[in-house]
């Protein structure tokens, strides 16, 4: 598995430029040596991360004068900076052969796309503008010292940082992207059992039952010690954020998509501001007490001194020059391997695709493994969900259809067979559990017009689950994702009656769906051999009102006997990976005796250790092992430093 690793990719998805336009345009032309345009302002529509970007370009006569994205999709403070970054290098270096911005390859490349279009079309000289001349920095070697060099910027690496130069040391925060980045901004909030919030509300979350969910949830493969550890600290965590300008709201279970939460203890404190913001809180922290953020600036490998004792980090600066970072601790907190196709394919199979975090490629992986540090935790990768192909990125609104089949329909894999308790919908990791042990990782949701007519006379909330009914009126939100959500808005929307119909149109327009006027048409349409057979076998026990196969409860058991019929096609959602090194209780990387790896700490999804094969069943789980495993680094990479 390390050779395999070793093998970090770069994933770049390909990027198409749908179309440019000449708004205004005067004469001028090329030569082979210099560029020349026809001066005016030219537009394209290029797609990006999350759909069309459309960018202006203005030209005079021999220059490049200004980029503007008029419209765009990408993610806020992260696809748009990048852009930012992408227009600056442009603009200022009168060319196209620029870097993309790690983290935001698509949205950086889009951009790229469309200037280059425009400069076609402007009379451009394309091969110059993408001649890439070398620098005189790409072979300079620049030496540094600190005492605490933390390689990753996400959750638990800003946290650590933050955490070491609080107590005393000097700290080098590095980052791959060119903007604040990591499975932390996309998240939504942490798990404690004791934070001060908690203790006000009187809230407190029975250590045990937290304990016995991890170790349960792992199938007793877990760290009994880390666990501890983990709970016992979560909630000095949280203070901590806090304290630091990170602005979070207790909120009872079931407040995001899972439904099946409610009723469990009160774990989760929500992002207020949102993931990029709480992390570029830290950040800023970090610079302000004397620290450094170095964005653009991957980790490459390990130094180790004559001793053979780890002693630095050897990293490459934007402009290609290579630093060397002495350091007497180093902490590793790269967000696991998600982005390495490669890896991810020789672990799990090429049906798990990539995780969300398009940096995470392994590098700290290959780092502790190359100082000796025991593998662990590998096989483990946050299935979460269920997402839509890339048909649905031309979709009027996706998420419209999301809010109709994310409920308990009918679910089979691609052969057309029920593989479980639809009640999972609900359950955001056991349903992308369940979809990674089916063929492919593919999953059908299966409906009829009835059941549409349904919602659009009752609402999903009767039809289906209150989901938000439980926290109504408290005027709570939060964000993940980059976006806000508001319990009551969401609540309104679940509750009131809403015709579907034209929704379901557009999936099958554009191919997300499929629809037939009965099952046999249906089951030709997806090529499921056994749909017939298991619709026939669904609907008579709908007729006697008890799920005798997979026990679902009775008011999720919708007859499919006859109507108009839908095939609703998703893939499994792989988040990222949760593990790789292992640890112990300090954070430390150990070897395969347990033997602690002097000076070398690694935390988050670098970390093996706390989960089974599987994510852990209550809210806040992932987030809140990233940041105190990051704080507790942190501290004691601290504390090794100043004791040298």
Wanted: charged share 20%; hydrophobic share 35%.
């Amino acid at each position: 598995m390390k050779k395999i690793a070793a093998l970090v990719l770069s994933i770049v998805m390909g990027l198409s430029v749908v179309g440019c336009s000449n708004t205004n345009t005067n004469s001028g032309g090329t030569d082979s040596s210099s560029n020349t345009y026809k001066s005016g302002k030219y537009t394209a529509i290029a797609t990006g991360n999350n759909g069309d970007i459309t960018v202006e370009v203005e030209f005079n006569e021999s220059s490049i004068v200004g980029i503007s994205v008029i419209e765009s999709k990408e993610t806020e403070g992260l696809g748009d900076i990048a852009m930012d970054k992408v227009i600056s290098q442009i603009v200022d270096g009168q060319t196209l052969a620029v870097d993309v911005v790690s983290g935001a390859t698509n949205s950086s490349n889009a951009l790229l796309e469309a200037v280059e279009k425009c400069a076609t079309e402007a009379g451009g000289n394309i091969d110059v503008l993408k001649t890439k001349t070398e620098s005189e920095s790409e072979n300079k070697v620049e030496e540094i010292e600190t005492d605490v060099v933390v390689v990753g910027a996400g959750a638990s690496g800003s946290l650590a940082a933050l955490a070491a130069v609080n107590n005393g040391a000097s700290v080098i925060l590095l980052e791959k992207a060119g903007t604040v980045s990591g499975a932390g901004t996309m998240a939504g909030g942490l798990f404690a059992a004791d934070s001060n919030q908690q203790k006000e509300a009187g809230k407190e979350v029975d250590k045990e039952w937290l304990y016995e969910q991890y170790v349960k949830d792992s199938s007793y493969y877990a760290n009994s010690r880390l666990i501890t550890k983990i709970i016992d600290e979560a909630g000095k965590t949280v203070n901590y954020l806090e304290e630091n300008g990170v602005n979070l709201l207790l909120m009872d279970s079931g407040a995001g998509a899972q439904y099946a939460h409610v009723g469990m203890p009160s774990t989760i404190h929500y992002y207020q501001d949102g993931g990029s913001v709480a992390i570029q809180t830290l950040h800023d922290k970090v610079v302000d007490n004397g620290g450094q953020v170095l964005y653009e600036t991957p980790g490459e490998e390990l130094i180790f001194d004559k001793d053979n004792k780890v002693a630095g980090v050897i990293a490459k600066k934007a402009d290609g020059t290579t630093l060397k970072i002495n350091a007497k601790s180093v902490i590793l907190a790269t967000g696991g391997f998600g982005g390495n196709a490669e890896m991810m394919a020789e672990v799990f199979g090429e049906k798990a695709g990539t995780g969300l975090i398009g940096t995470a490629t392994g590098d700290g992986l290959n780092m502790a493994w190359s100082a000796g540090a025991a593998e662990e935790g590998i096989e483990v990768a946050q299935w979460f969900g269920m997402k839509y192909g890339p048909e649905a990125k031309q979709m009027e609104n996706s998420s419209k259809l999301t809010e109709l089949v994310r409920n308990p329909l009918l679910f089979v894999n691609n052969r057309g067979e029920r593989f479980c308790n639809e009640e999972e919908a609900y359950e955001s990791a056991a349903l992308g559990t369940y979809m990674y042990n089916q063929p492919d990782g593919d999953m059908y949701i299966i409906l009829n017009d009835s059941i549409i007519n349904e919602v659009a006379e009752k609402g999903l909330a009767e039809v289906f689950a209150d989901r938000w009914g439980h926290l109504y009126g408290q005027g709570l939100t939060y964000q993940e994702a980059g976006h806000v959500k508001d319990l009551d808005a969401m609540c309104e929307t679940n509750r009131t009656p809403y015709d579907y119909s034209s929704t379901i149109e557009d999936a099958v327009k554009c191919g997300v769906a499929f629809q037939a006027d009965s099952i046999e048409k249906l089951a030709e349409l997806i090529n499921a051999p056994y749909l017939v057979e298991e619709v026939n076998n669904y609907n008579e026990m709908c007729k006697n009102g008890k799920d005798t196969q997979f026990y679902k409860e009775s008011k999720y058991m919708y007859s499919l006997e006859e109507g108009t019929f839908y095939a609703v096609k998703v893939d499994l959602r792989c988040l990222g990976t949760l593990g790789g090194v292992k640890i112990n209780e300090n954070i430390q990387a150990v070897d395969e005796e347990g033997n602690p790896i002097e000076n070398l700490w690694v935390a988050g999804a670098d970390a093996g250790g706390l989960y089974g094969n599987n994510y852990v069943m209550f809210e806040g789980g992932t987030l809140g092992f990233a940041y105190t495993s990051g704080r507790l680094a942190g501290e004691n990479a601290a504390q090794n430093a100043i004791s040298k």
